[in-house]
């Protein structure tokens, strides 16, 4: 199973920029798909965005596309989000999630890192 740690979290005031990065270990990183996902205080975490194995396929959320951009380097076992335009509403903590052989939907994620926006 992959082993990921999130982090570049912290305090930004809206219309700033964060930029968070997943690092994976353990199984090989470049045969899973990844995704970011959200939850806020009393709310249920929810999709952010999503990148398959070789970075070919993107998807967003509705709510981050044209502000938020997901990447991976397969080569440093690493995924991105750069966050943009960020608004009070982004506030949450950033999971990333590993889907592929050992990762069950919904079973791999990381500690998560938070993300505070000021308005």
């Known amino acids: 199973q992959v082993h990921l740690v999130e982090s570049g979290g912290g305090l930004v005031q809206a219309g700033g920029s964060l930029r968070l990065s997943c690092a994976a270990s353990?199984?090989?990183?470049?045969?899973?798909?990844m995704g970011w996902y959200r939850q806020a205080p009393g709310k249920e975490r929810e999709f952010v965005a999503r990148i398959t194995t070789s970075g070919d396929g993107i998807a967003y959320a509705d709510s981050v596309k044209g502000r938020f951009t997901i990447s991976r380097d397969n080569a440093e076992n690493t995924m991105y989000l750069q966050m943009n335009s960020l608004k009070p509403e982004d506030a949450a903590i950033y999971y990333c999630?590993?889907?592929?052989?050992?990762?069950?939907?919904?079973?791999?994620w990381g500690q998560g890192t938070q993300v505070t926006v000021s308005s």
């Open positions: 999630n590993a889907l592929g052989t050992g990762c069950p939907p919904n079973d791999c």
């Open positions: 353990g199984r090989s990183f470049s045969t899973y798909i």
